[in-house]
């Protein structure tokens, strides 16, 4: 009998890649639950998924006892709620990023991931859904750059903002842009670097332009027992941009440089994906686009055989944590 998931939480488009991605990592889709606070991510997905039921009530999925996994993507302050409640009903379950939006979140995620022994995953789509980031990360671990000192990690996203909703721009909603947008940047720093005993050395978050009480711009520096990181998160990204955002991770180590331009090679290479190695022997060019993603068949594999191979539980955890920490405590340099 296959795997069966069902989506609840069409508020963020991260939905169509979580759906896609674990429909082609051999699970099957049960159904989804159509209630949105964005009737355009409704409509996309209606579009993209036909074939998938409509289930008009969300407590016929949670009960369902042939499903194995919740999704979703709904508002960031609801993801942790519904978390609990399907891990209470026998459920694993995979969030979009943020998987928490307060402390008080987390230690309701841990007491239910503790007590149930179910799976609490966020997908971190920054490197779980980048093929460069995958051969970047093999490349460190096949020691291709000595041993990593530090990442600096760069975030921007295009503002968009006739298509958001109501709820991103309540900070109570999103949970702030350190807790949003930078537990990517965490979750690489702490892939990349082994670091055991992270922590947040110093934040900041900035409102330049949106106006409101919203953050467009965010920073962290990142310390541990064996490593530094950098990273800077915005809504900056111009219209000019062919993508949604020049994302980039640079990774330091003592015997070489790996850079990561992820989603574009500015006036230079067709595509997405494109990583730069630098070491003793010289410069070289991966490009990785089209190269197989490993979390979402990990993380199936995961729940079948109760494993902890997508990603460790305590992983993501620290994550989400961290995140919580560099948002409370950022120093706000408004103007």
């Known amino acids: 009998m296959s795997q069966r998931f069902a989506v609840i939480g069409l508020d963020h488009r991260h939905v169509y890649e979580l759906t896609q991605y674990l429909i082609d990592a051999g699970m099957e889709c049960a159904g989804y639950w159509p209630v949105t606070t964005d009737q355009g991510v409704l409509a996309g997905y209606r579009k993209r998924f036909p ?25 960031p302050r609801d993801r942790a709620p519904l978390a609990v409640e399907a891990m209470r009903r026998g459920k694993d379950v995979m969030v979009d990023k943020p998987g928490v939006t307060s ?11 503790a007590e149930t022994g179910r799976i609490f995953s966020v997908c971190f789509s920054e490197r779980f859904q980048t093929p460069s980031t995958g051969m970047a ?15 600096v990690g760069l975030g921007p996203h295009r503002l968009n903002r006739p298509l958001r909703p109501a709820w991103f721009w309540e900070r109570d909603a999103y949970g702030g842009i350190l ?19 992270p922590e947040i050395a110093s934040s900041a978050v900035g409102n330049f332009a949106v106006g409101g009480d919203f953050d467009d711009f965010g920073e962290v520096v990142l310390r541990s027992e064996r490593a530094t990181g950098y990273h800077r998160v915005d809504w900056f990204t111009p219209d000019g941009l062919p993508t949604w955002g020049d994302g980039r991770l640079v990774v330091l180590g003592t015997e070489g440089t790996i850079e990561l331009r992820k989603y574009l090679d500015i006036e230079g290479r067709p595509g997405t994906d494109h990583l730069f190695l630098s070491d003793k022997a010289g410069t070289r060019y991966i490009h990785c686009e089209g190269q197989n993603l490993t979390y979402f068949r990990a993380f199936a594999d995961d729940v079948a055989n109760r494993t902890e191979t997508a990603m460790t ?8 944590r961290l995140a919580l920490e560099a948002q409370a405590k950022a120093v706000r340099i408004t103007p």
């Open 313 to 320: 539980q305590a992983h993501c955890l620290t994550v989400c």
């Open 137 to 151: 990360l093999q490349l460190v671990r096949d020691g291709a750059i000595g041993r990593v000192v530090q990442t």
């Open 103 to 113: 402390f008080a979140q987390l230690a309701e995620v841990e007491r239910a991931v």
């Open 179 to 197: 807790t949003d947008i930078a537990s990517h940047q965490i979750d690489q720093f702490i892939a990349f670097t082994g670091s055991k005993r």
């Open 51 to 75: 074939h998938l039921p409509e289930v008009a009530e969300k407590e016929r999925l949670l009960d369902d006892p042939t499903i194995d996994v919740i999704v979703t993507a709904a508002v």
